[in-house]
């Protein structure tokens, strides 16, 4: 552990090109503590000022780039960021000389198994009557051939392995379920990775197609309502802190959330609070929702990581990260997270869904106290721009 008189130590991991894991980071800073940054160099947390160190993650080999990181900055915690960290992070719980660091992470390594599966997170919740909707386990096409056959309609295929609404499809009818199944249990193809990597200016998606592994699929009866997330701090089985909010708009029909409003919803608090302790779970961790007009919430899955709205506080306060620093011991400031009602726009995705939103110009969470970090975020979105009118000319000329 660290020594009494300096800060605790934090390694914040991050395999994607997302900004919210910066985020965290300065406000894990700011609440006190010393924290460092392993991800891949185009990622946003490598741009961004707020690790006070950085490590490189190479995308052809994470985990010994990982185990190095660790080594070197000799964290009390590791934070994963996306799924993949979470996996690599438990998977350095096979080193004996990290255990302990992972356990105090994650949690009990009795939970992994289950944390680290979004099927095996529904046959659970369902063991121990929590609500969500009617999920089947499909061992292949056949049994989700016969389950579309019985019905109802829509019904919502889900497969692990996947974020930000890629690893779902919603079946409006018997016809979508068999071009979902194939897109959905399929390996990416070369030229979809190829793309993505382009687009990411990173080599990340091709090594992944090339990791990639089959996963059970999943199917569930949809459920109508409101997008909702809740965002957890947690400590051996207990929720020391957490924040939920529901989405107001998002970056398309099954996306993340480019706009949310913080709620208060007992059913999302204690469902979370009754997983938490199940698992034995520590650190943060998000749990997805649908929430009825009469505020009855659905789990529909949990994520064993960090989520977009972790990071959030009330003015100049402190949020999640002030909890945190207090259950490791440390001097904390009071925790200040946003009140109900609270609308927030998340950056960039409102900007990026629409530039001329009129939520931009409420509480926009702009990163205005880490400019590095916003100046690649707005260059990242005029190589974007610029990418889609490239490829509407294509289109154009294609066409004739």
Known sequence: MSDIMSPPRLLIVSTQPWPFPARLCMALRRAGFHVEGASP????????????????LRPWRLLPDLAEAVGAARPDRLIPCDDVSAMLVVALHADPAMRATVEA?????????????????????????????????????????????????????????????????????????????????????LFAAAKRSVRERSVRAIVARREWRPSTPHLQEFSAGIPANRAVLCEGGRVLAGLSVTALETAGASGPATVVRVIDNPVMNATAEAFVARLGLSGFHGFDFMVAPDGAALMLEMNPRVTPICHLSRGDGHGLAAALLAAMGGDAPPVSLPAPGDTIALF?????????????????????????????????????????????????????
């Open 41 to 56: 160099p185009r990622a946003y947390l490598g741009r961004s000022a707020a690790p006070e160190t950085w490590h490189r």
């Open 105 to 189: 992470s994650m949690g009990d390594p009795g939970g992994y198994r289950v944390a680290l599966s979004k099927g095996a997170q529904m046959a659970l919740a369902a063991e121990m009557g929590l609500p969500i909707p009617p999920t089947l386990h499909l061992p292949d096409r056949a049994a989700m051939d016969a389950a579309i056959a019985a019905g109802p309609m829509p019904r919502v295929l889900k497969v692990d392995g996947n974020w930000g609404g890629e690893g779902v499809a919603v079946l409006r009818d018997a016809a979508a379920a068999g071009p979902a199944w194939d897109r959905l249990t399929a390996p990416p193809s």
């Open 348 to 400: 960039p995705n409102e900007w990026m869904r629409d530039p001329a939103s009129s939520h931009l110009r409420g509480w926009h969470d702009a990163p205005w106290d880490d400019p590095p970090l916003l100046h690649a975020s707005i260059a990242d979105m005029a190589a974007t721009e610029r990418m889609e009118r490239v490829r509407d000319r294509l289109r154009r000329l294609s066409s004739r």
